[in-house]
Nanobody
Framework: VQLQASGGGFVQPGGSLRLSCAAS????????MGWFRQAPGKDYEFVAL????????YYADSVKGRFTISRDNAKNTLYLQMSSLKPEDTAVYFC?????????????????WGQGTLVTVSS
């Protein structure tokens, strides 16, 4: 599976962005998907995950209530709607996929990774 993340950019605090992750090479309708981020000088941080059919989602406490993960299996695409953005949300955001099931918040639990898209939140 090849994953291509896009939609990052520069936004002021309180603003919104929508990230997309287009998959190719495999139908991801049976794959649980997640978003991670990596701020400069820091480790990967789990952001959100969604199960294969979109009926179950899970969020990091730091983004709960502000971010929404969704997917369109017909388009083989994953999304992350980010609202009320804060400077501490600044990071490179990565989409990832795994073939297992259940909550998975650690990077090693994901097999497929995209190249990342940069989100910068600053005034």
């Amino acid at each position: 599976v090849q994953l291509q993340a896009s939609g990052g950019g520069f936004v002021q605090p309180g603003g919104s962005l929508r990230l997309s992750c287009a998959a190719s090479g495999r139908d991801i309708s049976s794959v649980d998907m997640g978003w991670f981020r990596q701020a400069p000088g820091k480790d990967y941080e789990f952001v959100a995950l969604i199960n294969w059919n979109g009926r179950s989602t899970y969020y990091a406490d730091s983004v709960k209530g502000r971010f929404t993960i969704s997917r369109d299996n017909a388009k083989n695409t994953l999304y992350l709607q980010m609202s009320s953005l804060k400077p501490e949300d600044t990071a490179v955001y990565f989409c990832a996929g795994r073939t297992g099931s259940g909550p998975a918040t650690r990077p090693y639990e994901y097999l497929y990774w995209g190249q990342g898209t940069l989100v910068t939140v600053s005034s």
